[in-house]
């Protein structure tokens, strides 16, 4: 059945990972009709879906942990650049969430009655809650959509690519997307919209994202005159799987068991190396993040690597039978790639994983555009230079909930209707265009991830950021000569069209601020400016005026 051409709701979510299902549900929940959108299918693209680990929350059973705690642990590892409230927010709900979560029926794994819980890198205690054998996001996942099943206010609409905000007067009044197997644009009214599109991470050529984890929403708000906020530090997971050949199996499954298990991390010459860069490890899964990118990329560098250029984790100390309790049915989905931990190490390198900045927002979940929030990985502020391990769940689920209450007030207290007029310009413009016989997406895609990754990965120059500067804009200012017209089903060029523009657009963001950080902190990290520098403790910000970026610092909220 043809999509119409219009369809209006009182709330318009954009992305139906664990952020976009829980904003939803939340905003029916209020008395809000609403349209869950997203380019792929509803509830099985972006994050959450993919992700295998833990959830870190502070449960109270026992007085063994409480909110505080968490609270500081995500304060330290943010290096002195979270946002207090937003953080805080996310520590003290994050009970609540997995606790409904629970009466859902997720299936957090339990002993004697009480939650499991395990240990992860920069925690002071195990506090994080999981579900068995690896199967925490996709179990997340299941539970929400079928909490969406039953609510017939919230109207699934996948295919669709949200290509801009709608405005009037400067307050968000829904959004004009391309309909991507009609080929048609598709408008779409709302008195509040949420952004729960994800991260960028699709942007680096070793990556651990979904497909459509590019960025779109940091694009869409900045467009919108919404600010974007730490738009410099991306995660790189340490130990993303490298080496032998893992088909069908995520690359950052090695997670949770080395942190079950006791992994050893070693270099090319089969020694432990952290100790090196001023951490313990010990054969435990202690050192953050940042700590562990940094010493195998400088191991490597050094000619300390492994084959291909990573480090070995090794689990031959563990016997089968810990392996199968730790792992369960991925040891037989190892075996048939061929990987018997008990006698192989694997290779492993960093990898993109998260990124801890994005939309800026208060605690309500609000950006400074009216009618336009913000939920999930979308967000930026709450994890400041380094996001908690553990943390990425949480604030899906929290941030979901808060942006769709505080979207659905809005829109409760909305009186007048938008008319067609607000969609007619980003209609005409998907609509206008021509076949462009040399317009190769694919390799306009493979270069810019080369350059992101090859320039602004892990370790940066003011060199390679202006390099990658300058050319991230000369691939945007090639894009207009070659765009596609809409109006063709099934035709693919318009949305990679889109999403190069958004591809370069956010690639800017990242670089043009990691080149104004002339310090390294967290995630990001110069060659040339080594070490915290006490001045650059505050946040930047960035904004668009006249269609140029502008960075301004802003000090981090007390």
Not at 26 to 40: H, M, N, W
Request: aromatic letters at 6%; glycine letters at 12%; a negative charge.
């Amino acid at each position: 059945m043809a999509l119409p051409q219009c369809l209006a709701a009182d709330v318009l979510v954009i992305g139906s990972g664990g952020a976009g299902m829980y904003a939803a549900i939340e905003a029916a929940r209020q008395g809000c009709s609403v349209i869950l959108a997203d380019r792929s299918l509803i509830g099985r693209g972006g994050a959450t879906v993919m992700a295998q680990m833990t959830v870190a929350v502070a449960l109270d059973e026992g007085g063994l942990d409480h909110p505080e705690h968490h609270y500081a642990d995500t304060l330290s590892a943010g290096r002195g650049l979270c946002d207090p409230a937003i953080a805080r927010l996310l520590c003290e709900e994050g009970p609540a969430r997995i606790r409904e979560m629970d009466g859902w029926g997720v299936g957090w794994a339990r002993e004697n009655g009480e939650f499991k819980r395990a240990f992860a890198p920069g925690h002071d205690r195990a506090r994080c809650v999981y579900v068995d054998f690896l199967n925490t996001g996709p179990a997340v996942s299941k539970t929400l959509r079928a909490q969406l099943n039953r609510i017939p206010e919230i109207r699934r609409v996948g295919d669709l690519l949200v290509s801009a905000l709608a405005l009037r007067d400067g307050e968000c009044v829904g959004a004009t997307a391309l309909h991507l197997s009609g080929g048609q644009p598709v408008s779409i009214a709302a008195d509040a919209t949420v952004l729960a599109t994800g991260g960028l991470t699709r942007m680096y050529r070793r990556n651990s994202a979904s497909a459509n984890m590019m960025g779109d929403g940091y694009a869409l708000a900045l467009a919108a005159g919404a600010e974007l906020i730490d738009m410099e530090f991306v995660q790189f997971f340490p130990i993303g799987h490298l080496a032998p050949r893992l088909v069908g199996m995520d690359p950052i499954m090695w997670d949770p068991f080395r942190y079950k298990l006791g992994g050893r991390l070693l270099n090319g010459r089969r020694e432990e190396f952290i100790h090196r860069y001023g951490s313990k490890d010990d054969g435990r899964y202690v050192v953050t993040r940042d700590v562990a990118t940094y010493a195998i990329i400088k191991e490597a560098e050094a000619g300390r690597g492994s084959p291909h250029g990573g480090a070995w984790l090794s689990f031959e100390h563990c016997s089968q039978a810990e392996l199968r309790a730790a792992g369960g049915p991925v040891i037989d989905r190892l075996a048939a790639n061929g990987i018997d931990l008990t006698k192989q190490a694997i290779e492993v390198a960093p990898i993109a994983h998260y990124h801890m900045g994005g939309v800026r927002v208060d605690a309500t979940m609000a950006t400074r555009v009216p009618g336009l929030y913000a939920a999930g990985e979308a967000v930026g502020g709450a994890n400041g230079a380094n996001r908690l391990s553990g943390n990425a769940i949480t604030e899906a689920l929290v941030f979901g909930r808060v942006a769709g209450k505080s979207a659905a007030g809005h829109a409760r207290r909305k009186v007048s209707k938008v008319d067609a007029s607000v969609f007619a310009k980003e209609e005409h413009r998907l609509a206008e265009g021509r076949a462009a016989p040399d317009f190769n997406p694919a390799a306009m895609v493979e270069e810019l991830q080369s350059v992101m990754q090859d320039d602004v990965g892990p370790f940066r120059t003011q060199a390679g950021l202006e390099r990658a500067l300058g050319r991230l804009r000369a691939l945007r200012a090639e894009l207009p000569s070659v765009k596609p017209a809409a109006g063709e089903a099934y035709d693919t060029a318009l949305a990679d069209w889109l999403d190069l523009c958004t591809l370069t657009r956010v690639g800017e963001c990242v670089a043009a601020a990691a080149l104004a950080r002339s310090e390294s902190r967290g995630a990001h990290q110069r060659e040339d400016f080594p070490g915290m520098d006490p001045q650059w403790a505050f946040n930047q910000a960035l904004s668009l005026a006249g269609g140029e970026l502008r960075i301004e610092s802003s000090a981090v909220p007390a």
